[in-house]
């Protein structure tokens, strides 16, 4: 177990390899053109797609059309903190793109070509960012291992037998193998999280409402949320400043920050004070690899100045209100689809949607009461720190065709999601929570931690997962992935 990158190559493009901030700043310059950028990312997606199946739907007459008008949004848009100035970039496959295939992983929904982008792309599309495609989700989103019957497995570059995490798991191996320099995800259940933590990127699960709606049309839903990905925290904040702003038709969505993230970042954090849990109480099992490198990254942490304190807020009832507001989300969501793209929904999502329809008035109402207690005990908690670190998963990725971990550290997991518990908390209180690599198991794999922040707290969160980057200093980049047959 080590907190350095196993020894890799990379054989695209020489651009690819650039972090977003860098190539955006060549770009403002006229430097490198956004038809080159395009050029090498079409390059990077034929060349490592047979190995790992991340951007599943491309459109490059759509990307390369859309040149045109960048000039002209430059004029009134080049200022703005979150341009991009013609970087291409990658929407998951749950998010509308106007003329574009989008499936949602589903069988039902496998030939939809929607007429009109959802709003978050057009606000990324609005401020330089050229989509280049969609990449893979499992169904729905229902799921921490990224495959369906459209498109199959996604699998993780690190070591292509084992499964890259879900439900983003396309968006992070489009980073890591260097499709992309940003990649749209989403998150519920650490559907960002888990694949950054299994990919060694950067996955944010920002405030609801920062970085666009809940999901139409039940727009007032703020369990499931869209989010920045990246490779390093100073993409994720570049990301992070294109996403966010208010937008009428989101209700929850607000206004963009006087000092955007990027800015923030440039403003040091002193005197960080970490919250450290290695398991949340006893909340969810960890295997002792993971414990162990989390361990270390928390002693060089403390070397290099850092407080670090193993410390958790009581959290009494965070199981039952969690499910119970999963239930609500699939529900008001997915309950309504239509019958015929229904009944081709695979077990573990129509589970879902029988649990949220049949929970009773009073296990919603609890909910409701429930969330609010836990948001203040973590209010108050996080009075006296900064952030709370605890793991993203408790151990590192299994085979691909393995839906979902069977066993954690001994313990029998009772359904898909109970191995993802670690996720819970941060979605059930609506607080910011950035997953940033910290080490590597024994077999290669990443391990990836969250740091959990106060209320709106979104820059503080950068500013201390800055700071554990460049101390543990991993040296990660981008990777050829690893075959094996």
Known sequence: MTQTAPTTQFTGPDICKLPAREVVALLKKREVSPKELLDASFQRIAQVEPAVNATVTT??????????????QATSNSDYAGWLAGLPIAIKDLTAVSGVKTTFGSWGMRDFIPDKSGPLVERLEERGGVVVGKTNTPEFGAGGNTFNQVFG??????????????????????????EVWLSQGSDLAGSLRTPAAYCGVCGFRATPGRTGGGPDPAAFLMEGISGPMARDVEDTALFLDAMAGFDPREPLTIEAPQVSFQAALQQERKNIRIAFSPDQNGFAPVE????????????????????????????PGLYETYIS?????????????????????????SQNIATG????????????????????????FLQDFD???????????ERVENEYPLVVDGVPTVDYVDWLKFSYL???????????PIGFTESGMPVGIQLIGPPRGEALVLQVGL????ILNLGIGVIDPVVYS
């Not at 941060?426 to 940033?436: G, N, V």
Request: include cysteine.
């Open 357 to 380: 329809m049949q929970q009773s008035t009073e296990d919603i109402y609890r909910a409701i009461r429930g969330r609010t207690d836990l948001y203040q005990r973590m209010r108050v």
């Open 325 to 349: 507001l999963r239930g609500m989300h699939y529900g008001a969501v997915n309950a309504f689809i239509p019958n015929e793209v229904q009944q081709h929904f695979k077990q573990t999502l």
């Open 153 to 178: 497995y996604t699998r993780n570059p690190w070591d292509t037998r084992k499964n890259a995490g879900g439900s983003s798991g396309g968006a992070a191996v489009s980073l890591i193998t260097g």
């Open 387 to 397: 952030v709370l670190a605890i793991p993203v998963v408790g151990l590192e990725p």
């Open 288 to 315: 002792a690899n993971i414990r162990s490198i989390m361990a270390q990254a928390m002693a060089s942490l403390e070397t290099s100045g850092i407080t670090v304190d193993e410390a958790c807020p009581e959290l």
């Open 467 to 470: 700071a554990v980057e460049r």
């Open 426 to 436: 941060a979605t059930t209180t609506a607080l910011p929570s950035l997953a940033l």
């Open 59 to 72: 459109c490059p007459e759509r990307a390369y059309a859309a040149l045109e008008q960048l000039g002209e």
